[in-house]
């Protein structure tokens, strides 16, 4: 038994609601700014990561090698750590991503002293990123706006922001804990 395939004449076939024009890639907009924003940090991050002098920083410090590191750094970072941070969107600022750099280079100088090669090229990681936030500060001072409208001036959009999230987080609550609170009239 021999089957064939037929083909259809696309004007025999039914219309349906189905058939209508993609759009252009083009002219899409993006409705999430975090996903600009991230791509720009996470840029930043790839420069300082390809930086030959920067290897010390681009992983975690291995307990297996330093093993009192972790007694002296209570909160470690590295560039690793930061790309992951900035995937999960964790960074709404140019702030928050220049506190981990900066967390970064008070490890070093924590662990290694002040006057210590390792400190100084650490030194060197930061200035770089500082530059690179400068270079790009208007493009990113506009998504973190969109992000976080609070920090904006327009009050209405920053009123929206605070129901919305509002809402986000009493939509989090557990249904056992709202049922333990009853209105009694």
């Known amino acids: ?105 008070n490890n070093c100088i924590t662990y290694n002293g002040f006057n210590s090669e390792l400190t100084k090229t650490a030194q060197r990681m930061l200035e770089m990123s500082n530059k690179e936030i400068n270079q790009n500060s208007q493009a990113l001072e506009k998504l973190e706006h969109e992000i976080n409208p609070l920090l904006g001036d327009d009050p209405q959009a920053a009123l929206s922001f605070l129901c919305r999230k509002s809402i986000e987080r009493m939509k989090a609550v557990p249904n056992y804990l709202l049922r333990s609170y009853q209105i009694i009239e």
């Open 1 to 105: 038994m021999l089957i064939q395939r037929v083909k259809k004449h696309p004007l025999t076939e039914p219309l349906t609601l189905f058939h209508k024009k993609k759009a252009k890639a083009g002219k899409r907009r993006r409705t999430n700014p975090e996903v600009p924003f991230a791509a720009a940090l996470e840029k930043i991050v790839n420069k300082l990561s390809a930086v030959q002098e920067y290897w010390p920083f681009c992983k975690p410090v291995s307990s297996k090698d330093v093993p009192d590191y972790y007694n002296l750094i209570k909160f470690s970072m590295d560039l690793q750590t930061m790309k992951d941070n900035i995937r999960k969107h964790k960074y709404e600022t140019r702030q928050q991503f220049t506190e981990h750099v900066n967390l970064i280079v």
